[in-house]
C-alpha cells in the first residue's frame, strides 16, 4: 500500500472510532437531537471558553515536561514500549502453514526441502509480527542437526514501517505548525521511537547479538548460549541451534527434571550481574519470559538466555563507575561515592560533597538497617544511581537500564528461592570485577588498551625533542639549552654502557650454560 494513502487511511479510522465513540455515548432515542443540544450547549455556554484556557495551563506544563523528559532521556520509555508490545503478543495470530512454506521459502531464497528433512510448518512461538518453527537440517551444520528458526512476517514488518511513517510525517508537520513541537523536538523523538521498533526486527543485529554473547560466556558451565548457523541466516529470518528448555517460572516442570533451583537462582543473579558490569552487554528487557534452563541430559540446569533483540551496551567509564561505586555503597563509604558522581559528571559542580554524601546516606542506611532476608540490591542500586536527582543531576541512561535488568534478575531469582542471598552474591561479584579492574589483569589491560597509542607518539619523541630545543634557543635560553644537552649526553652514555653490560652478562651465562650442557 502507498505510504501516502496509508497515512490518509489510517487519520480516517482515528476521525471515524473517534466519531463513533461519541455516537455511542448518545442515548439510544435521541441521538441526534442529544449531539445537536450537545454542540449547542458547548457552543452557547459562556464559561466554556475560559473553562479550556483554564485547563490547558494546567495540562500543558505536565504534558511539555513529560514529552521534554522523552525527548531528552527516550531510553526511558523504552521498556515500557518493548513492554506493551510483548503484551499483545498473544493478539497475533501466526500464518497458517501453507503461508508458513511460502513465507520461509522466499525468505531462504530455496526450496525447503533442499535444507531441511524436516519442517514443523505451525510454528511454536507466535510474537509480534514474528514466529518460531522446529526444524531438522538436511546436512548437519558445526555438528547440529536440530535448529529453531525465528521468521519475521514481511507483510506485517511492512504494515508496522507504514504506521511508524506515519508517527514521523504527524510529528514533521507539528513541528511546522507549533513552536513548542519545535522545541520538544518532536521528529528527533519520533525517529528514535521508529528506530527502537525496527531494531526489534532486525534479525541480522540478533545473531550478531547472540554470537557475541556465546564469546562472552565461553567455557561457562553456568550459561548455555545456543550457536547461530550464520549459513542459514537472512534479513527474515534467523536459524539458530535448538535447545531444549522450559521457561524459569515453570517450578513444577524444573522441580520435575531434578533441578536444584537454590544454585539456580544464584546463577541468575551471577550471570546478570556479569553480563551487565563485566562485559558491558546485556539484555535491555530481561524478564522471566526472557530466562530459560535447559532440560537435555548434557546441559541440564544451565541457563538459555533468549530474544536477543533488544541488547544495550555500556561504555569503559559507565561500566567502572557502576563497579567501584556500588563497592563504595556495600562499603557505607558515602564520600567516596559522592566523589566519584562529581567526576563523572552526574551533578553540576557547585555540588558540595558533603551534601551530597548527607543524601547518599540518608537514602541507603535504612537498608543496612533491615533484615538479611530482606535486603534488596536492586533497591539500593537504585538509590546509588537516583541520588543525584535532588541536585538537578542524572546518571546515563545505559546505567538506569542496567539497573532495571538487575532488578527484574533479582525479582525472579527470588521467586525461584526465596531464601537467596541476593544481595551478597551481587556484592561478590561486583567485589571481583572491581578486584579485577585494580590488580595486574586491569593494569595490562589497560596498558594494552595504550600501546596502540605509545606506538605512534614514540617514534615523534626525537623530532619533539627537537623542536622543543629550537624553541628554546628561539626565546634566548642558552644556558638552559647547553645544559639539557649535557644531561641528554650523560644519559645516552649510561644508556648506551648498560646496554653493553646487558650482552656481555647474557653472553656470559649463555657460555656458561652451554658448557654445563656438555
Not at 537440517?137 to 507483510?155: M, Y
Not at 520538544?184 to 521511537?193: D, I, K, W
Not at 548527607?358 to 536492586?378: D, I, M, V, Y
Request: proline content about 5%.
Amino acid at each position: 500500500m502507498p505510504p501516502l494513502f496509508r497515512r490518509l487511511l489510517l487519520l480516517f479510522h482515528a476521525l471515524r472510532y473517534g466519531a463513533r465513540l461519541i455516537w455511542l455515548a448518545a442515548p439510544p432515542e435521541h441521538k441526534l437531537h442529544w449531539m445537536i443540544e450537545l454542540i449547542g450547549r458547548v457552543h452557547a455556554s459562556g464559561r466554556s471558553g475560559e473553562q479550556l484556557q483554564g485547563l490547558l495551563p494546567a495540562l500543558g506544563p505536565l504534558a511539555s515536561r513529560f514529552a521534554q523528559t522523552l525527548a531528552g532521556r527516550p531510553e526511558l520509555a523504552s521498556a515500557t514500549l518493548h513492554d506493551a508490545l510483548d503484551a499483545i503478543d498473544h493478539m497475533e495470530a501466526p500464518l497458517s502453514p501453507e503461508d508458513s512454506a511460502l513465507a520461509l521459502t522466499r525468505a531462504f531464497g530455496r526450496p525447503l526441502a533442499e535444507l531441511f528433512s524436516a519442517v514443523d510448518l505451525v510454528p511454536v512461538r507466535s510474537g509480534f509480527a514474528e514466529q518460531t518453527h522446529f526444524a531438522r537440517l538436511a546436512v548437519p551444520i558445526k555438528g547440529h542437526h536440530e535448529v529453531a528458526v525465528k521468521l519475521v512476517r514481511a507483510q506485517q514488518l511492512q504494515q508496522i514501517g507504514d504506521e511508524l511513517a506515519l508517527l514521523r510525517w504527524v510529528a514533521r508537520w507539528l513541528e511546522k505548525l507549533s513552536r513548542v513541537a519545535r522545541r520538544l523536538q518532536l521528529r528527533a523523538l519520533a525517529q528514535t521511537f521508529t528506530d527502537d521498533i525496527l531494531r526489534r526486527f532486525d534479525l541480522r543485529a540478533e545473531a550478531a547479538n547472540l554470537s557475541q554473547t556465546g564469546h562472552h560466556f565461553d567455557g561457562d558451565k553456568r550459561v548455555l548460549v545456543p550457536d547461530v548457523i550464520w549459513e542459514l541466516c537472512t534479513d527474515h529470518t534467523l536459524t539458530m541451534q535448538r535447545i531444549n528448555t522450559l521457561p524459569a517460572s515453570d517450578l513444577p516442570g524444573l522441580h520435575a527434571h531434578g533441578i536444584k533451583l537454590a544454585p539456580l537462582a544464584a546463577h541468575i543473579v551471577e550471570v546478570v550481574t556479569e553480563q551487565a558490569f563485566e562485559h558491558g552487554f546485556f539484555h535491555a528487557t530481561l524478564d522471566a519470559r526472557r530466562v530459560r534452563v535447559s532440560i537435555e541430559p548434557d546441559t541440564l540446569g544451565r541457563l538459555v538466555l533468549a530474544e536477543f533483540s533488544i541488547m544495550a551496551t555500556l561504555s569503559s567509564g559507565e561500566r567502572e563507575f557502576f563497579v567501584h561505586g556500588a563497592t563504595a555503597l556495600f562499603d557505607q563509604d558515602y564520600g567516596r561515592l559522592a566523589d566519584m558522581h562529581r567526576e563523572a559528571g552526574h551533578v553540576p559542580p557547585d555540588t558540595r560533597t558533603e551534601t551530597l554524601e548527607a543524601e547518599l546516606r540518608t537514602r541507603a542506611e535504612a537498608h543496612f538497617a533491615a533484615a538479611p532476608e530482606a535486603r534488596s540490591a536492586g533497591s539500593l542500586f537504585h538509590h546509588l544511581l537516583h541520588g543525584v536527582q535532588p541536585f538537578d543531576g542524572h546518571v546515563p541512561g545505559q546505567l538506569a537500564t542496567a539497573q532495571r535488568s538487575f532488578q527484574q534478575a533479582e525479582m525472579l531469582a527470588r521467586a525461584l528461592h526465596p531464601g537467596v542471598d541476593t544481595w551478597n552474591i551481587a556484592r561478590g561479584v561486583l567485589a571481583d570485577i572491581a578486584r579485577r579492574d585494580l590488580g595486574h589483569r586491569g593494569w595490562l589491560k589497560r596498558l594494552s588498551q595504550e600501546l596502540p597509542h605509545l606506538a605512534h607518539m614514540l617514534p615523534r619523541v626525537p623530532q619533539l625533542a627537537v623542536r622543543y630545543l629550537q624553541q628554546h634557543e628561539r626565546t634566548g635560553a642558552p644556558q638552559h639549552d647547553a645544559q639539557l644537552l649535557a644531561d641528554l649526553a650523560r644519559e645516552y652514555r649510561r644508556t648506551r654502557w648498560l646496554v653493553w653490560a646487558c650482552v656481555v652478562c647474557g653472553g656470559v651465562l649463555g657460555a656458561g650454560m652451554t658448557l654445563l650442557a656438555w
